[in-house]
C-alpha cells in the first residue's frame, strides 16, 4: 500500500489524493498535509517552527511544489531554459 501511495504521490503531486496510513484511508492532499501539521504541532511550537510550517504549507497549497511549478514553466514556452530559469529565481 505504502509503495502505492508513494507512486501517486511521485507521478501526481499535490492533486492527488494521498494515504493517510493512521487511518488506511485516501483523503485530498490539502487535508492530509493538515493533519500533518496538527501531528506535529507540539513540537513546531516547541521548537518555534509552527508559523513557518504553516506559511510553507500555504505557499504550496496556493502556488504548487516545485514539481508543479516547473511543468508549468515548461508547458508555457515547451523550453527547458523556462524552467532552468524558474530553478534559478527560487
Known amino acids: 500500500m505504502l509503495r502505492a ?3 501517486i504521490a511521485a507521478r501526481d503531486g499535490l492533486s492527488a489524493p494521498g494515504l493517510d ?3 488506511t484511508r485516501l483523503l485530498p492532499m490539502p487535508e492530509l498535509l493538515d493533519l500533518l501539521v496538527q501531528h506535529v504541532r507540539p513540537a513546531l511550537e ?3 517552527d509552527l508559523k513557518y510550517a504553516e506559511e ?4 504550496v497549497l496556493a502556488n504548487g511544489n516545485g514539481a508543479i ?3 508549468k514553466a ?3 514556452g515547451d523550453d527547458l ?3 532552468i530559469a524558474l530553478t534559478e529565481q527560487h
Open 5 to 7: 501511495a508513494y507512486w
Open 46 to 48: 516547541e521548537l518555534g
Open 56 to 59: 510553507g504549507l500555504r505557499q
Open 21 to 23: 496510513v493512521l487511518q
Open 74 to 76: 515548461f508547458h508555457q
Open 69 to 71: 511549478r516547473q511543468r
Open 81 to 83: 531554459a523556462d524552467v
